[in-house]
């Protein structure tokens, strides 16, 4: 799934992504550690997964997109 990170903490390596839909979703540390990333910016698109109920998403690894 892809997503624009919206809100990113170095320190806590936690923030929020924001679904194509408009939808914020939080990430922690063990999320962004898994992707293998060393820092994000605002307005990067990303490729995030996700386990959990649609309604109520748990994002499990925040890496970029590339093409």
Known sequence: MQATAY???PESR???VLLDDGTPVP???AAFDAGG???LRV???VRIEVEGPENAPRIT???LQTL
């Open 37 to 39: 990333l060393r820092l």
């Open 7 to 9: 809100t990113y903490d």
């Open 27 to 29: 990430f922690d540390a």
């Open 61 to 63: 690894l925040v890496t």
């Open 43 to 45: 307005g990067q698109r």
């Open 14 to 16: 936690s923030g929020q």
